[in-house]
């Protein structure tokens, strides 16, 4: 069995950011970059609003940067997830995937969040040339060009109406006759003249030869009157929630009804002291890479000093 001081799982912005302080205050740390190393960012093109790149950079190659520097100050990253964990006692006990067990004095739990995508193959075969599921990150690219965006929540609502100030026109692609969100985000979107709201309609699937040009739509699918057509479109984005990757720690770690893990105020503190949370597993509001990065710093700080105390 192997000990450590501090176990960090997840390699986004949150894990490595993690890794960087906790392998220059000498934790020796062991980082578990999980099934896709680097997060979400791998999966979009350019970064353009991450302090330090004026130029913008390219979502792999900023995380090989972040991993390259944990690596500078001894983090020993390794490939492969955790499968497995007892945080009921201390030293938490955890097994990766290659049936190796790990005894950590702290753990800092990075494993960030999952966006929920339609299912359509076309998803994956426009990733990041024309199919977003943050309008935050990538609704810049398509200032002054017409957007789509899936999804009658309040997430939907929010992002609507985001790429409303920066698009030529939105339209929100509603599969029920109704908005699910609050009634001010309704309030937002329905007044808005640039927004216009598709209601009973699905999308199907999406064209175009060097990205989305269009997406096929079904009105009233499966009723008397179902219609099918294309409408032009230059951005696909997905706001129908994401899923939290806490599963492996939910049966010791407090979280909300969604999944994602419960933080004490301010800190990455969990309801397990030696517990820490950081990133998009815990934060279910900003879902941004400087935020991650930032409360990855915290929860590095804070194992530090409950390993001190």
Known sequence: MEHVKCLIVGSGPAG??????AGRANLNPVEYAGIQPGGQLTQTTEVENF????????????????????????????DGEIVKADLSKRPFLLTADDG????????????????????LSDEKKY???????????????????????????????????Y???LAKHVYLIVRKPFLRASEVMQKRVLENEKITVLFEHNATGLYGENGVEGVHLVKRKGEADEEKYDM??????????????????????????????????????????????????ADPIYRQAICAAASGCKAAIEAERFLKE
Do not use: W
Not at 51 to 78: K, S, T, W
Not at 251 to 269: L, M, R, W
């Open 16 to 21: 490595y950011t993690a890794a960087i302080y």
């Open 51 to 78: 302090p330090g790149y004026p130029n913008g950079v390219d979502g792999n190659q900023m995380m090989l940067d972040l991993r390259e520097q944990a690596e500078r100050f001894g983090v020993d990253i390794r």
């Open 100 to 119: 190796k067990t790990i005894e950590a004095d702290t753990l800092i739990i990075a494993t960030g969040a999952s966006a929920k995508y339609l299912g």
């Open 127 to 161: 990733a990041g040339q024309g199919v977003s599921a943050c309008a935050t990150c990538d609704g810049f690219f398509y200032r002054k060009k017409t957007v789509a965006v899936v999804g009658g929540g309040d997430t939907a609502c929010e992002e609507a109406s």
């Open 163 to 165: 790429l409303a100030g």
């Open 232 to 281: 032009p479109i230059d951005g696909f984005f997905l706001a129908i929630g994401h899923k939290p990757n806490s599963d492996v720690f939910r049966p010791y770690v407090e979280c909300d009804e969604v999944g994602y893990i419960k933080t004490v105020g301010a800190t990455p503190k969990t309801n397990i002291p030696g517990v820490f949370a950081a990133g998009d597993v």
